[in-house]
């Protein structure tokens, strides 16, 4: 579906003519990411981050299939084999830390691309299924980056693996086979890695088409925006093409540029030391850590520190996973009919807690478990669980929100369409004064 | 009545399942809390007398940096006079020598008169035996296995050094700090610890993540080596020297990455700043 306005595909050169009357998959891509699709004309740089999220896939995919060429993966080989592909494979060390730093860059720009849905509430109606497949997208994510750290079978990778297989025995009664069963045997070794690489490969793919069925379900009601006011008329919105690919281009260099600082000059500042410790299953790192996207997670995996009821361990496996799967639930727990947080002051405020809570939960989950840390996570995870699940429900009920735009070209005339990131912050007078 | 109570519970099931998790947090933050008060951490030797790695500067550091091929020459002949008897550099082959500038006559002759020979088998019977190294080896290991190096040194196992500068926090200046650290156990540790004192065996060095470190002080005394290049083989130069050697070690490919990295950026900036203009040309004029 599209907008009435929308351009319409028109091959000129007979080629496509002929091409597009027996395959129009030339009219497909022209209505996804082309001239056919209609964008809102206020669209700030916050809405980069799904196609750089995009990108980065990309570059791991290709990057990956190649590494995959040269790895092996057996526990015998598997850290030497990456060794060799640092130091024998031409451009090993490329491919290598591009992908390693690659997978960093993915996470961040996910983790932009969540919050700037949480912010301008890209969740609600009509676009409750892109945020589900997003989730479902950002679940197997973090599968598919788990899986492939443990691949080069360094200390944090064992220990790693050990750590999050083990969430499973916490299931009471049948816990302990289901994690034998996943590893292939008592602890990780040889199995547990084949099956990974396997899925390692694999999973990579299924986030495509869910990419895919994502982009899909966006295009039923076209893209929100800053002031989260549907379009209404053709002046509200420009063709994807060249508009949107022109700004996303130039997202995409900036991108490319941190990406590239990470990779050529610091391309293990966000490993691990110990990762470089061939797996040994009689030395326990000193301090486990995961890699620093999964902080927030494992803070609140071991802020639960005692047994009520159910024992700690299965709170905080129970907790972690919920922390991710409220996600599902939320265009529900948010009643306001108001998407963007411009308009609305309460929610806004409890969006940057929320912001500076998961901060907090990050720093705590890559610091060693100490009580400060401990107690600092513990309030920050309580604090998580009491934004999606209590005050947001709450405040969507009771808030009154700023007067809306009659449209987005109205906002764009008046300077308030939050297409600068300058007046996103000061839109409107405060609610009290209305 | 009850069947009501139900139907507002499970209307606000997600206020319940959010307070339950929030109160179990502040039942864990109270006993966390009562914990510290009852039973404060109590202070560790390795806490108080732990020290954080000495500051080096080596020429390879930042992103223009490259290696200083006689200091890798000196580390390499500090590896090959003090570490070697006991290290590995599995990960190393002879031919790589050339990267420090040996040329191929020099790196056939540091192979085939280095003091281990590479395992083998004898042609004739079969039964193992060794030969001499040739370029294309792997530097051969300094125990055959490690029950053979946990015997040779007190029940421990000497690291290879392949990865070594990135595989401890701190990298080459944590080697730096640990070769030049040793020193004598502080009196007022064994006084406030007397449990920490050093056991038999072990070596008191503050940069060891423990404090006790069962390698015994590798550089000893001044002109341990004799540097061909007529630089003084202080315990600190040498120190510093087998450091970055150990940085080319686990990271041979850093020039050609920083080289890599300053073409890719200006490329990639040239190309942004276009990508920019791009943007802003089509954006003119449309209000937004």
């Known amino acids: ?3 009435p306005w929308a351009q319409h595909y028109a091959p000129k050169h007979p080629l496509m003519q002929w091409v597009d009357s027996r395959l129009p998959l030339p009219r497909f891509v022209y209505n996804a990411i082309g001239g056919g699709y209609p964008v809102p004309r206020n669209l700030n740089y916050f809405w980069n981050f799904g196609i750089m999220a995009g990108a980065a896939l990309m570059i791991q995919i290709v990057t990956g299939i190649v590494l995959a060429m040269h790895y092996a993966a057996n526990g015998a080989v598997a850290f030497d084999s990456v060794e060799s592909i640092m130091r024998d494979v031409n451009a090993g060390w490329f491919l290598r830390y591009a992908h390693a730093n690659g997978a960093s860059m993915f996470l961040a720009v996910v983790y932009i691309h969540i919050f700037r849905g949480l912010y301008y509430g890209s969740y609600k109606a009509p676009r409750e299924m892109v945020w589900l497949l997003g989730v479902v997208i950002f679940l197997l994510l973090m599968a598919t980056a788990f899986m492939g750290y443990v691949l080069p079978w360094g200390q944090m990778s064992f220990w790693g693996a050990q750590v999050i297989t083990g969430f499973f025995s916490a299931i009471p009664g049948i816990g302990e086979t289901i994690r034998i069963w996943l590893l292939g045997g008592y602890a990780p070794d040889n199995a547990a890695l084949n099956r990974f690489f396997s899925l390692h490969y694999l999973l990579p793919f299924v986030i495509l088409g869910v990419i895919i069925l994502h982009i899909w379900a966006l295009h039923i009601p076209g893209s929100g925006n800053p002031t ?4 209404k008329a053709e002046q509200d919105t420009v063709p994807f093409h060249p508009y949107y690919t022109a700004k996303d281009g130039f997202g995409l260099g900036v991108f490319l540029i941190v990406f590239a600082a990470l990779l050529f000059f610091a391309p293990n500042y966000l490993g691990h030391a110990d990762n470089y410790i061939p797996a040994n299953p009689l030395s326990t790192p000193a301090h486990i850590v995961p890699e620093w996207y999964f902080w927030p997670f494992y803070a609140i995996l071991r802020a639960f520190t005692v047994d009520f009821i159910i024992p700690a361990k299965l709170w905080g496996v129970l907790a972690m996973f919920g922390s991710i799967l409220l996600l599902f639930f939320l265009p529900w727990l948010d009643r306001s009919p108001v998407r963007s947080a411009n308009f609305r002051p309460m929610y806004r405020t409890l969006f940057w807690v929320l912001v500076a809570d998961v ?3 990050g720093f705590c989950g890559g610091a060693p478990a100490e009580p400060a840390y401990i107690i600092a996570s513990q309030i920050a995870a309580a604090y998580y669980f009491l934004h999606f699940l209590v005050l947001v429900p709450i405040v969507s009920a009771l808030e009154r929100p700023r007067p809306l735009p009659n449209s987005i070209t109205e906002a764009v005339l008046e300077g308030k369409s939050g297409s600068r990131m300058r007046e996103t912050a000061v839109t409107g007078a405060p609610a009290a004064a209305e | 009545m009850i069947s009501s109570l139900f139907r507002l519970a499970l209307r606000n099931l997600n206020i319940l399942i959010g307070l339950a998790f929030a109160g179990v947090l502040m039942l864990a933050l109270i006993t966390t809390v009562y914990g510290l008060i009852t039973e404060p951490a109590a202070p560790t030797a390795e806490h108080e007398f732990h020290r954080e790695h000495k500051p080096l500067k080596l020429a390879s550091d930042g992103p223009f940096g490259q290696f200083d091929r006689q200091q890798l020459q000196r580390g390499f002949q500090v590896y090959k006079e003090v570490c070697a008897a006991c290290h590995s550099l599995r990960l190393v082959a002879f031919r790589n020598l050339e990267d420090l500038g040996y040329n191929e006559a020099e790196v056939k002759a540091i192979a085939t008169q280095w003091a281990i020979q590479q395992p083998s088998i004898n042609p004739e019977t079969g039964e193992t035996a060794t030969r001499a190294n040739i370029p294309s080896d792997r530097f051969p290991l300094a125990f055959a296995n490690d029950v053979a190096a946990r015997a040779a040194n007190n029940n421990a196992i000497p690291p290879d050094l392949s990865l070594i ?5 701190g990298g080459a200046a944590y080697i730096y ?12 540790l064994v006084h406030e610890f007397p449990g920490a004192k050093t056991p038999e065996g072990l070596h008191y060095n503050p940069y060891f993540p423990n404090l006790n470190i069962a390698m015994p002080p590798p550089l000893t005394s001044n002109d341990q080596v004799t540097y061909q290049d007529g630089t003084r083989a202080t315990i600190d130069q040498m120190a510093k020297d087998v450091s970055a050697f150990l940085v080319w070690t686990a990271e041979p490919n850093l020039e050609t990455r920083h080289q890599a990295g300053l ?10 700043l276009l990508t920019f203009g791009a943007y802003r040309n089509i954006w003119r004029g449309v209000k937004h």
């Open chain 2, 263 to 272: 073409a890719t950026i200006l490329f990639l900036l040239i190309f942004t």
């Open chain 1, 359 to 361: 901060l907090v939960l």
């Open chain 2, 165 to 169: 500068t990135k595989a401890r926090e």
């Open chain 2, 177 to 188: 700090s640990l070769l030049t650290g040793y020193q004598n156990q502080p009196a007022e």
């Open chain 1, 1 to 3: 579906m599209s907008f």
């Open chain 1, 228 to 231: 989260g006011v549907e379009v």
